[in-house]
């Protein structure tokens, strides 16, 4: 066979001559040091003997021996591989041609073979015959980029085609909205609504904002015996729920009272936790069996009455003051309590909205899920600071 090919490789100590197909598979070596010729195919005999004296005409005469039998041709190696330079040496412009070193495993030893002889490192054949020719590469198509719009062009009236008939434009992609957060000023002692009571509207219209609590608690008694001023069943019934809705902030809750709004109305309280915000309401009924159901309300026997229960103007206010200020939307549900009651049935409400007495409000400490503790102190410290209800 003309045309085998005679590799010289020297690497470790060894000094071979390899004998390869002209696919680069190799058939047999000689080994300079100890004398032999491994034959790893019977049929190849002759023809590697002929090879190694073609190639190398002062060879000595080398004793030969064939590879064991049933063991098959080992695998040609794949193409050696290349290293990319470490980091900080690489150059620029370096492709990821970068060399690298091939490493293969040794073979497991034979019984009575000697260890040093089988990991004695095999060396791999030519690349380029192992390799042959490489595919030309498919074609990549080069990345769309989308075009930056021109304000200008924008805003100017597209030219009319020349048929005269309005060609449909292909839709523009929505934009991704992305909300950013107003900046409050600094929370200070005036602004901080932490501070405030429940029912401080109606203390204020009932005269007890400066006096002692002695002194209110006799103008009170007087005033109830006097003329039974209903407001002042309200305050007593938004005392009731804030006192309800202490009871929570052991859990998690964070809770404001009578937070002001521009049009001097007062959203009574505000509960802030993992399981959501709530707007809470207060309906103070002393004495009353209630009946509450679709969108009618019933005291006692009396005669059902028009009660409108959803849409509640302080949920969607609180909702935009809130998401004014945060990057994350909050949902604001509506709470309305009913306080003084002898017995509360409820028939239906709407999607958002609960009705309960005030003892049922801790039914509210369980809920999680909603807020995280991080957005939860985010949405407390927005609520806090009066300058955030200003514009809602």
């Given at each position: 066979m003309q045309d085998l090919k005679v590799t010289s490789w020297q690497l470790f100590g060894h000094d071979r001559l390899y004998v390869n197909l002209p696919d680069g598979t190799a058939i047999g070596w000689a080994d300079r040091g100890s004398g032999t010729i491994t034959v790893l195919h019977p049929r190849y005999r002759d023809a590697v003997a002929d090879a190694l004296a073609r190639q190398v005409p002062d060879l000595p005469a080398l004793v030969g021996e064939d590879a064991p039998a049933g063991h098959p041709a080992p695998p040609v190696p794949p193409p050696v591989p290349r290293i990319l330079p470490m980091r900080g040496m690489r150059k620029r412009g370096a492709g990821p041609d970068t060399a690298a070193v091939w490493n293969p495993a040794p073979p497991e030893p034979e019984s009575g073979q000697d260890m040093a002889a089988v990991r004695k490192p095999v060396p791999p054949p030519d690349p380029e015959r192992v390799r042959g020719p490489e595919p030309a590469p498919e074609p990549v198509a080069a990345p769309q980029r989308a075009p930056v719009p021109d304000p200008v062009a924008a805003s100017a009236p597209a030219p009319a085609p020349a048929s005269g008939v309005a060609e449909a434009s292909p839709p523009a992609p929505e934009a991704v909205r992305r909300r950013r957060p107003?900046?409050?000023?600094?929370?200070?002692?005036?602004?901080?609504?932490?501070?405030?009571?429940?029912?401080?509207?109606?203390?204020?219209?009932?005269?007890?904002?400066?006096?002692?609590?002695?002194?209110?608690?006799?103008?009170?008694?007087l005033r109830r015996h006097k003329d039974g001023d209903p407001r002042r069943g309200a305050l007593a019934g938004e005392r009731r729920v804030g006192a309800e809705l202490k009871r929570l902030t052991r859990h998690g809750w964070r809770v404001l009272h009578s937070v002001p709004l521009p049009d001097g109305a007062e959203i009574g309280h505000l509960l802030i936790g993992p399981g959501g915000v709530f707007a809470v309401r207060t309906d103070h009924r002393p004495g009353a069996s209630v009946r509450v159901g679709d969108g009618t309300l019933r005291l006692d026997e009396g005669d059902p009455q028009p009660?409108?229960?959803?849409?509640?103007?302080?949920?969607?206010?609180?909702?935009?003051?809130?998401?004014?200020?945060?990057?994350?939307?909050?949902?604001?549900?509506?709470?309305?309590?009913?306080?003084?009651?002898?017995?509360?049935?409820v028939v239906a409400t709407p999607d958002g909205i609960r009705v309960c007495r005030e003892r049922q409000l801790s039914a509210l400490t369980p809920l999680t899920g909603v807020f995280t503790l991080t957005q939860v102190e985010r949405i407390y410290d927005v609520a806090r600071n009066a300058e955030a209800w200003l514009d809602v």
């Open positions: 107003g900046v409050l000023p600094a929370l200070t002692p005036g602004s901080d609504l932490a501070s405030r009571r429940p029912g401080a509207g109606l203390r204020e219209q009932l005269g007890e904002g400066g006096t002692g609590a002695l002194v209110r608690a006799a103008t009170g008694a009660y409108a229960l959803d849409g509640s103007p302080d949920a969607r206010r609180a909702r935009a003051a809130l998401e004014a200020y945060c990057a994350f939307d909050v949902p604001v549900q509506t709470v309305l309590v009913f306080t003084g009651v002898t017995a509360l049935e």
